[in-house]
């Protein structure tokens, strides 16, 4: 069952995933598109799954309705992903996505959702893939999420522990969280790790 573990998508926008653990049907949530949906595409090609896409970011959402729009196989949310429902300030020079409690400055405030509400309005019991570019904003989801008993088969996650500064310590203790309930299968550039749930493991044994 874990005998397809592969990086799918451009180098930019893509992620290490198990293939063979994803079946026709298998919820698919997307976080932090920015302009490269590739590993959603690559996913798709291969499997018959609807991907629910997230991004807040207004070059994000006028992009995908440019290029994507008559797509039946994913969905676009307007909002991203925190620990909490609301407005999330973020910092935004020269474009950048960069949550302001990192340390930056200039901040917008965009909508976003707690995990839980999302599944909730979608109909969703479960994940299957998580997929999280969320400019450091998993620092706080996965707690969050860990907290409401949300586990997904598989988590895709870029982590942003480099824009930590003296906060570090926030860094070693989701590693930690995570490490609890998943097992690393694969590591792309020291920041693009592939989680994989280790329930699920065990029951592939």
Not at 44 to 58: G, M, Q, R, S
Not at 73 to 85: R, V
Not at 153 to 173: A, M, P, S, Y
Not at 177 to 195: E, F, P, T
């Amino acid at each position: 069952m874990l005998n397809d573990i592969r990086y799918v998508g451009t180098e930019y926008g893509g992620f290490p995933v198990c293939m063979s653990m994803i079946s026709d049907g298998d919820i698919i949530y997307d976080f932090g598109v920015g302009e490269d949906i590739s590993f959603s595409e690559g996913v798709i090609a291969e499997k018959k799954c609807h991907v629910h896409l997230f991004d807040f970011t207004p070059q994000s959402i006028q992009w995908f309705k440019d290029k994507h729009s008559d797509r039946t196989d994913m969905t676009f949310h307007e909002y991203g992903l925190s620990d909490h429902d609301g407005e999330l300030a973020v910092n935004h020079p020269k474009g950048s996505r960069r949550p302001a409690w990192l340390g930056f400055e200039h901040n917008e405030t965009w909508p976003v959702k707690r995990l839980k509400s999302v599944m909730e309005e979608l109909g969703h019991d479960h994940i299957d893939v998580l997929k999280l570019d969320i400019e450091g904003e998993e620092y706080k989801v996965i707690g969050d999420m860990f907290d409401d008993g949300i586990f997904p088969k598989q988590i895709c996650l870029e982590f942003h522990q480099r824009f930590l500064g003296d906060k570090l310590n926030l860094h070693v203790d989701v590693v930690e969280r995570l490490k609890k309930h998943y097992d690393i299968l694969s590591v792309h550039q020291g920041i693009d790790v592939l989680w994989i749930n280790k329930n699920v493991i065990n029951d592939s044994e």
